[in-house]
T-cell receptor, first 113, second 109 residues
Framework: DVKVTQSSRYLVKRTGEKVFLECVQD?????MFWYRQDPGLGLRLIYF???????EKGDIPEGYSVSREKKERFSLILESASTNQTSMYLC????????????FGSGTRLTVV | KNEVEQSPQNLTAQEGEFITINCSYS?????LHWLQQHPGGGIVSLFM???GKKKHGRLIATINIQEKHSSLHITASHPRDSAVYIC???????????FGTGTRLQVFP
């Protein structure tokens, strides 16, 4: 069964901490994505990567960075967590553009206090 | 105006009822996805459509490219269908999805 695995379901961090959210996929997909989901706003794209060491900003990249050193792993980094980054974070992966669907992880609910 | 609009935002039904959730979009797309999100957060991809109709069990998804509209139908609804259903479109020649804000469905026994 193909999978996108996010390392934590729930995280509580303090304001100012550096936070790492990890995502691993076992499908050899080229594309990987990080979204955040907030009530009334739906899912919004933070960053995506279409290859190892390649990344592109999504719609709301401010306050975040990403790392993709290996094809199967895509990390989201909050350099200095703030309370407005309290949210549900979802990772997804897909093969190359065109005909294939997406696979989502089960999400990480991050609370910044 | 959002590029992907879903209706209704909230929907309640009695077990056994036929359910329809609608999605309209305003951009050119290469595919449309229907996703299901249960409480707790995980998202499951139900369908990916670029034309016509797809069926899986009690779920049916249709798309009309000319009218920029898609519908998700659930026949003989069941309480376990209670979830948020999200429509998302993929812009032409991009890897990005644009999401609707979701339809919250509650099916009561």
């Amino acid at each position: 069964d193909v999978k996108v695995t996010q390392s934590s379901r729930y995280l509580v961090k303090r304001t100012g901490e550096k936070v790492f959210l990890e995502c691993v996929q076992d499908m050899d997909h080229e594309n990987m994505f990080w979204y955040r989901q907030d009530p009334g706003l739906g899912l919004r794209l933070i960053y995506f990567s279409y290859d190892v060491k390649m990344k592109e900003k999504g719609d709301i990249p401010e306050g975040y960075s990403v790392s993709r050193e290996k094809k199967e792993r895509f990390s989201l980094i909050l350099e200095s967590a703030s309370t407005n980054q309290t949210s549900m974070y979802l990772c997804a992966s897909s093969p190359t553009v065109g005909i294939y669907g997406y696979t989502f992880g089960s999400g990480t609910r991050l609370t910044v206090v | 105006k959002n590029e992907v609009e879903q209706s209704p935002q909230n929907l309640t039904a009695q077990e056994g009822e036929f359910i329809t959730i609608n999605c309209s979009y305003s951009v050119g797309i290469s595919a449309l996805h229907w996703l299901q999100q249960h409480p707790g957060g995980g998202i499951v991809s139900l369908f990916m459509l670029s034309s016509g109709k797809k069926k899986h069990g009690r779920l049916i998804a249709t798309i009309n490219i000319q009218e920029k509209h898609s519908s998700l139908h659930i026949t003989a609804s069941h309480p376990r269908d209670s979830a948020v259903y999200i429509c998302a479109v993929r812009w032409y020649n991009t890897d990005k999805l644009i999401f609707g804000t979701g339809t919250r469905l509650q099916v009561f026994p």
